[in-house]
């Protein structure tokens, strides 16, 4: 696998930039699989659908990966040593279960930024406290989650720590309270809250349009040519996410490639 510096470089920013509109017309039956994680990341980001209302930073979803990578264990993998390295960052979502997003990590920074810039109008005395978490926290802890005692202790490193500071994290969007314990947090994507809405609703309009189908069934090529009307994320978004969770399934014929609602 490509070894990329512990840090986003400016290079490994130019190579994504120059990737910007590859493929970006091209059908998915051109780019559905790749043998490297890390390729298949920039295809994707590359492809991230352009959102006009608010400013979303390109994510993929891990059963996007699983999708186009047809090892799941060197999915894993290879996530794992992108993780490590700070190229990417990982983040459960509140989805489904086994939902993740995966984020370059000079994305996630500039996203945050975003955020900070939202809430300096309101709270401009106490934004001291994202600086302490990008410098402190995100680059010491590379995990999905963190517990709250860790990361006040963390964002001491930075200066001194009042509870206004973890509620302006919560209140931009960069930290969640995990339910099963108020004690955890996740970390999350600033502002990502009405495209999370339709991802799971443009799931729903997918399978159902599929589902109306006589063998519940449809060529590729003419499906992606529909537009969705519940989500503002495109239609290869979700398929690739639907086909590497299992919900959809792909069959090549000599007409193409034929996208079905798994039986199970």
Same mark, same amino acid.
């Given at each position: 696998?490509? %070894?990329?510096?512990?840090?986003?470089?400016?290079?490994?920013?130019?190579?994504?930039?120059?990737?910007?509109?590859?493929?970006?017309?091209?059908?998915?039956?051109?780019? *559905?699989?790749?043998?490297?994680?890390?390729? #298949? *990341?920039?295809?994707?980001? #590359?492809?991230?659908?352009?959102?006009?209302?608010?400013?979303?930073?390109?994510?993929?979803?891990?059963? =996007? @990966?699983?999708?186009?990578?047809?090892?799941?264990?060197?999915?894993?993998?290879?996530?794992?040593? !992108?993780?490590?390295?700070? /190229?990417?960052?990982?983040?459960?979502? %509140?989805?489904? =279960?086994?939902?993740?997003?995966?984020?370059?990590?000079? $994305?996630? @920074?500039? =996203? &945050?930024?975003?955020?900070?810039?939202?809430?300096?109008?309101?709270?401009?005395?106490?934004?001291?406290? +994202?600086?302490?978490?990008?410098?402190? /926290?995100?680059?010491?802890?590379?995990?999905?989650?963190?517990?709250?005692?860790? @990361?006040?202790?963390?964002?001491?490193?930075?200066?001194?720590?009042?509870?206004?500071?973890?509620?302006?994290?919560?209140?931009?969007? /960069?930290?969640?309270?995990? *339910?099963?314990?108020?004690?955890?947090?996740?970390?999350?994507?600033?502002?990502?809250?009405?495209?999370?809405?339709?991802? /799971? =609703?443009?799931?729903?309009?997918?399978?159902? !349009?599929?589902?109306?189908?006589?063998?519940?069934?449809?060529?590729?090529?003419?499906?992606?040519?529909?537009?969705?009307?519940?989500?503002?994320?495109?239609?290869? +978004?979700?398929?690739?996410? !639907?086909?590497?969770?299992?919900?959809?399934?792909? $069959?090549?014929?000599?007409?193409?490639? &034929?996208?079905?609602?798994?039986?199970?």
């Amino acid at each position: 696998m490509e %070894n990329i510096p512990e840090c986003s470089s400016k290079g490994a920013k130019r190579r994504r930039d120059e990737d910007s509109d590859a493929g970006n017309s091209s059908s998915l039956e051109d780019d *559905l699989t790749f043998t490297d994680t890390l390729v #298949a *990341l920039r295809i994707m980001r #590359a492809q991230f659908p352009h959102i006009h209302k608010g400013s979303v930073e390109p994510f993929i979803l891990k059963s =996007q @990966l699983y999708s186009s990578v047809k090892d799941r264990t060197q999915v894993d993998r290879e996530l794992e040593s !992108l993780r490590r390295d700070k /190229v990417l960052r990982l983040f459960k979502l %509140n989805t489904g =279960q086994d939902d993740h997003a995966v984020m370059f990590l000079d $994305d996630y @920074l500039t =996203q &945050i930024d975003h955020a900070v810039k939202r809430m300096e109008g309101k709270k401009g005395g106490e934004c001291e406290v +994202f600086g302490w978490f990008k410098i402190h /926290v995100l680059d010491s802890k590379l995990e999905t989650g963190i517990e709250h005692q860790e @990361l006040c202790s963390l964002l001491s490193l930075g200066g001194k720590v009042k509870d206004s500071h973890i509620s302006l994290l919560i209140n931009a969007g /960069v930290l969640t309270r995990q *339910l099963i314990d108020p004690n955890m947090y996740w970390f999350a994507i600033p502002n990502i809250g009405s495209l999370l809405k339709g991802l /799971v =609703q443009g799931r729903k309009e997918i399978i159902s !349009l599929l589902s109306r189908r006589r063998y519940k069934e449809m060529m590729l090529a003419s499906l992606e040519k529909k537009r969705l009307r519940m989500s503002p994320l495109d239609v290869r +978004f979700h398929l690739r996410d !639907l086909i590497g969770s299992g919900r959809l399934k792909t $069959d090549q014929t000599p007409t193409g490639l &034929i996208i079905r609602v798994s039986k199970d």
